[in-house]
């Protein structure tokens, strides 16, 4: 049935764009393979023996792919498990002063990016939001001489904004403190969001300014208010920080110039306006939110049975995984309406296909449609409709002829699980 939906239509972030002149200098919007982070721990799980086990479902980087879905996530970006310290500055222009306090600002994003983490991560990642400096930080220039559009790559413009960022709060700030920065920048200067969405996340940039003897390599700038007018904001306009922080723990965009069509509000790397939502099961793995135990690798010839617990819970299986080459495989899970995931209206075993030689915002995840074409089961604003109604239900069975691979949903059990079977060539 058709919908009428107030919906935006998001403009394609900055952060989906890898400038081949950036890419020379090791810089990127998303991702480079910077090294040097003060953080020795990279994001990512902690490798063990038990591990050696998943080795063929632990599909790995691609050279030449800049940020992508292989594991392990490269060194440089900032750690994503365990104490992870964010320093957060708030700062305005001398022709767009800021409206309302700094540590106004600063709440509009915590403390539920915080409570976002710790839900997602099952607890594993602890986020300290700090902000050493409670008023704004006035840049010496007014915000159009820095140059910053959609798509600006990090020279000149952002090194020089960092720069006098450095120079206006390291009298204050021991910036060797922290795991990642966080610029809030007050929402009068530039565009609506609702015309340009500008936050971006420049991450494992080691050729970032140097303060207090650490680059500034894994830095997230957030513009204007992701506010639709639905009135919804105070609930869901913080939610671009935890998609722009997921670019510092090395995760790619996985929305394209098409939208949210490859991957809907199923993970919010995709979609990051309107109600909240989760990370898909694969980059809870990559982000070490999962161990060793909670993955069914099924990697061998002929059938498999699996049990998969609630993605949105804690504990139990999460993720069952049929790789399929070096690079590609497909990822099943359970998604139901718990945790973070708040807009599920077809509760049910989500597969996708993962592939690590796909670059950022060029839709390295594709998840797969059990009723194509239905127009979706939701009447969420901001929620990618086509894809909502997406899980398969028991009985049902998803089939990848060419691929020789089959999941079917066996059954929903007494707890919640839900048992599948997958064949495979
Ligand atoms: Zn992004």
Request: charged share 20%.
């Amino acid at each position: 049935m058709p919908q009428t939906r107030h919906r935006i239509r998001r403009p394609r972030r900055t952060g989906a764009f890898v400038g081949i002149t950036a890419l020379a200098l090791g810089i990127t919007a998303t991702a480079s393979a910077g090294m040097g982070s003060r953080t020795p721990t990279a994001a990512g799980p902690v490798a063990s023996t038990t591990e050696s086990a998943l080795a063929p479902c632990r599909i790995s980087g691609t050279m030449g792919v800049q940020m992508s879905e292989g594991m392990p996530t490269p060194p440089g970006y900032s750690r994503s498990t365990g104490e992870v310290r964010a320093l957060n500055l708030m700062i305005d222009f001398p022709d767009a002063k800021g409206e309302g306090t700094a540590l106004d600002r600063l709440a509009e994003f915590f403390p539920q990016t915080s409570d976002w983490f710790r839900t997602s991560s099952y607890g594993r990642l602890t986020y300290h939001p700090e902000a050493p400096v409670r008023t704004w930080l006035r840049m010496p220039m007014p915000f159009a001489a820095y140059g910053i559009e959609r798509g600006s790559p990090y020279e000149p413009g952002y090194r020089q904004l960092v720069e006098h960022i450095v120079k206006a709060a390291d009298a204050e700030v021991d910036f060797s403190r922290y795991d990642l920065v966080n610029i809030l920048v007050t929402p009068n200067a530039g565009p609506s969001a609702l015309d340009t969405v500008l936050s971006v996340t420049f991450s494992g940039n080691a050729e970032a300014p140097v303060a207090d003897g650490v680059p500034l390599a894994n830095t997230s700038f957030v513009y204007s208010r992701q506010d639709d007018g639905s009135g919804t904001y105070r609930e869901t306009g913080y939610r671009v920080l935890p998609h722009e922080n997921g670019h510092v723990f090395g995760l790619p965009d996985l929305y394209t110039a098409d939208g949210g069509a490859t991957v809907g509000h199923w993970d919010i790397m995709s979609e990051d306006w309107g109600a909240n939502n989760d990370l898909l099961g694969w980059h809870k793995w990559k982000l070490g939110w999962l161990d060793s135990t909670q993955i069914s690798c099924a990697s061998k010839s002929g059938t498999s049975t699996h049990v998969l617990s609630p993605l949105g819970t804690e504990g139990g299986v999460k993720l069952a995984f049929v790789p399929l080459s070096a690079n590609t495989g497909y990822a099943v899970e359970v998604r139901t309406q718990t945790g973070n995931d708040e807009a599920v209206c077809k509760p049910g075993v989500l597969v996708y296909k993962v592939d690590s030689a796909v670059d950022t915002g060029q839709g390295p995840v594709i998840v797969a449609d059990s009723t194509s074409a239905s127009g979706g089961c939701t009447r969420r604003s901001n929620v990618h409709a086509e894809l909502s109604d997406a899980p398969f239900q028991p009985g049902e069975t998803f089939t990848d002829e060419q691929a020789g691979v089959t999941v079917k949903v066996i059954a929903r059990l007494a707890n919640g699980s839900y048992q599948v079977r997958i064949t495979r060539p």
